[in-house]
C-alpha cells in the first residue's frame, strides 16, 4: 500500500518533470519564433516590412526608405562576403603553420574534429569552397 508520504513525493516529482517538459517545449518555441524573425529580416524588404509592421509610414516616406535600405542591404551583403573571405583566409593561413608542427596523422585527426568542420554550406569536399581535407594535406 502506498502511504500519503510516497504520493506526495510521487506527484512532486511528476510535478516537477511535466514543469521541465513544458518548459523546454516553451523555450524551444520562443528560439524557433525568433530565429523566423531574424530570417524575415534577412530577405528583400524584409527590414522595410519590420519597420511598416511597427510605425506606420507614408507613401512618400516607404519610397524614400526603399533605396536606403537596397544600398544598406548591398553594402551588408560586401561587407559579409569581405569578413568570409577574411576569416577563411585566417583559417587556411592557421592550417598551413598546424601543418609544419603537427604529424600528418595529428593534422588529419585535428582536421576532423568538430572545430575545423565547417557548418552550413560550407561543408568539406563542396566544389568551389576550398575545404576538402585531402587538399590541405601536403602530399609530400
Do not use: C
Request: aromatic share 8%; net charge negative; hydrophobic share 40%.
Amino acid at each position: 500500500m502506498i502511504t500519503a508520504k510516497t504520493k506526495s513525493f510521487l506527484l512532486l516529482i511528476v510535478t516537477l518533470i511535466i514543469g521541465i517538459i513544458i518548459g523546454f517545449l516553451v523555450k524551444s518555441w520562443i528560439v524557433e519564433h525568433r530565429f523566423e524573425q531574424f530570417n524575415r529580416l534577412r530577405t528583400e524588404g524584409g527590414f522595410l516590412n519590420f519597420i511598416e509592421e511597427n510605425i506606420e509610414l507614408t507613401v512618400e516616406q516607404k519610397e524614400q526608405l526603399s533605396p536606403v535600405l537596397s544600398d544598406f542591404r548591398e553594402s551588408m551583403s560586401r561587407h559579409a562576403e569581405e569578413s568570409k573571405s577574411g576569416f577563411h583566409m585566417l583559417m587556411d593561413s592557421l592550417k598551413t603553420d598546424l601543418q609544419v608542427i603537427l604529424s600528418l596523422e595529428q593534422y588529419n585527426k585535428l582536421l576532423e574534429s568538430h572545430i575545423f568542420q565547417p557548418r552550413g554550406r560550407f561543408r568539406p569536399g563542396k566544389p568551389g569552397s576550398g575545404n576538402s581535407p585531402d587538399s590541405l594535406v601536403n602530399s609530400d
